[in-house]
């Protein structure tokens, strides 16, 4: 890893500090190290079911017009719902739009173990909010977009099929 100066004001004293030191002199590939290092000394789930406790959908705006819009947030430290605010604002009152954050990134939170893992307690959210009768569409950005699995692949996990891959 290269030798980063501190800049001034920041504190090296936190991961926090260390990643965003990275990221403000333009050292990207050191902050995604120093995280990739760190995820290794977190616990990790490998199916939703070891979970205490779920992410939720957070939803952002109403609408009456489906199919309802279910956002899922890229796989970063600095990830979040905030990623979605602006798309959100723009269909207010036309659509539903909701966001699932990645599990991890928060004190107590494991992370999941590969992108399966991830991927199926995604959508298995998705489904307990989307039931039967809803329809929705899933949207992503960066990682978030290419991570999605095929509705085939959800039928795999018990979750029902709805529309075609």
Do not use: N
């Amino acid at each position: 890893m290269a030798e980063i100066p501190p800049a001034a004001g920041t504190s090296l004293d936190s991961l926090a500090g260390m990643y965003r030191q990275a990221s403000d002199v333009g050292s990207f590939d050191a902050a995604a190290e120093l995280l990739m290092a760190a995820s290794l000394a977190r616990p990790t789930f490998s199916d939703p079911a070891q979970l205490a406790k779920r992410p939720a959908l957070v939803p952002f705006v109403r609408g009456p017009q489906g199919p309802a819009v279910v956002c899922l947030t890229s796989i970063s430290a600095l990830a979040g719902p905030h990623q979605y605010f602006r798309f959100a604002s723009a269909l207010r009152d036309l659509r539903d739009v909701s966001v699932l954050t990645a599990p991890g990134y928060v004190d107590g939170e494991p992370l999941a173990e590969d992108l399966d893992a991830l991927a199926r307690l995604q959508a298995e959210a998705i489904v307990a909010e989307y039931p039967q009768s809803g329809s929705f569409v899933v949207a992503g950005a960066s990682a978030a977009g290419s991570r999605t699995p095929p509705p085939r692949t959800w039928s795999g996990w018990g979750c029902a099929r709805r529309g075609s891959s």
